[in-house]
């Protein structure tokens, strides 16, 4: 069965210090790797997904095959980007999105 | 566009007792999902319906049920309520066949 693990329940760093939320799957095939984020007192929303390589707000995630993981990276963090993080992992077929338990993370200015 | 609606938003039930969830989707959507959402465990996935059949189904008792109807709006439902049951109730549609899900705000319930 897939499974997401990420390891971190907590995060907290400083403006403008560098950010890696990680985020590592279990799953033998090719599976679609997602970020969604949850702001205080707004709705789950997908942030960015792996097969389309964008940057959103800042963020980057690569797959990494090998080691089996999707960490979630910006440079610079900002306080706006406290919120919930939630990796997910989903495999093309009938099949549900599988989330980690997700990281919080916390900007301090 | 109207996002995925959930009602209602906050209810407060005492053990025993049975409730329902609504969620209507994103128009065109014909998939919705539920999860649970708690402190500790994060998002647990319910079950999943498309075109009213229910395709997937996650590993919760028997208690919690559901059902999606003609024009893609589901239900759920928990019977026998018990205090663990207390949580965020999530609601996701999409198109079906991706894991894009477009997520209402959550029926937070409250068991006594």
């Known amino acids: 069965a897939q499974r997401v693990t990420q390891p971190e329940k907590l995060l907290s760093v400083f403006k403008g210090a560098p950010v890696e939320l990680k985020c590592n799957y279990s799953?033998?095939?090719?599976?679609?790797l997602f970020w969604y984020v949850q702001y205080s007192r707004q709705r789950l929303q997908l942030l960015l997904r792996?097969?389309s390589r964008e940057s959103i707000k800042g963020f980057t995630a690569d797959l990494n095959k090998g080691e089996t993981s999707f960490h979630l990276k910006k440079p610079f963090a900002q306080e706006e980007d406290s919120a919930m993080y939630y990796c997910?992992?989903?495999?093309?077929?009938?099949?549900?999105?599988?989330f980690g338990k997700g990281t919080r993370l916390s900007v301090i200015a | 566009k109207a996002g995925v609606t959930q009602t209602p938003r906050y209810l407060i039930k005492t053990r025993g007792q049975q409730v329902t969830l609504s969620c209507s989707p994103i128009?065109?959507?014909?998939?919705v999902s539920w999860y649970q959402q708690t402190p500790g465990q994060g998002l647990q996935f319910l079950f999943e319906?498309?075109?009213?059949?229910?395709?997937n189904k996650g590993n919760f008792p028997g208690r919690f049920s559901g059902r999606q109807f003609s024009n893609s709006r589901s239900e759920m439902n928990v019977s026998t309520l018990e205090l663990g049951d207390s949580a965020l109730y999530l609601c996701?549609?999409?198109?079906?066949?991706?894991?894009?899900?477009?997520f209402g705000e959550g029926s937070r319930l409250t068991v006594l």
């Open positions: 792996h097969i």
């Open positions: 128009s065109g959507h014909r998939s």
């Open positions: 319906y498309f075109s009213e059949t229910q395709r």
């Open positions: 996701a549609s999409s198109f079906g066949g991706t894991g894009e899900l477009f």
């Open positions: 799953y033998s095939g090719s599976p679609e």
């Open positions: 997910a992992l989903w495999v093309m077929g009938n099949t549900p999105l599988v």
